[in-house]
């Protein structure tokens, strides 16, 4: 892997960050394609939980579907709790789509700078 044999801490924690957004995404995703499953209950995804867990195996398993997934809590005020909200789930999505980009610019950039330094500065 490109994190482990060149590109340091900084791609380590950039490659963990896809990791964690990755699979965060595909919780959000599952939330959505069961929406209107009757008895189906939204799972939740912690970012930063995801993140710790996938920086806590960077030498075992690559990430998994349903890393830091837990059953949602039940709304205040909702009738029958843990229902997919549409709307919510969108909005998480695009928030999570933002990080992913960001980060992969930062693996881009951070890899346009080892060329950079291996073609000894030049274009």
Not at 59 to 80: K, N
């Amino acid at each position: 892997m490109f994190a482990e044999s060149l590109g340091g801490v900084t791609a380590q924690m950039l490659t963990v960050g896809l990791s964690a957004a990755t699979a965060r995404h595909q919780i959000i995703a599952g939330n959505i394609a069961n929406a209107n499953s009757p008895g189906y209950v939204a799972r939740e995804a912690d970012f930063s939980r995801l993140f710790q867990s996938a920086y806590a195996q960077l030498g075992g398993a690559r990430a998994q579907a349903g890393w830091g997934a837990m059953p949602a809590l039940p709304a205040s005020g909702t009738a029958g709790g843990g229902a997919v909200e549409l709307d919510v789930e969108i909005a998480k999505l695009s928030d999570n789509t933002l990080r992913y980009q960001s980060l992969l610019r930062g693996l881009d950039r951070h890899i346009s700078n080892l060329a950079y330094v291996i073609a000894d500065g030049r274009k």
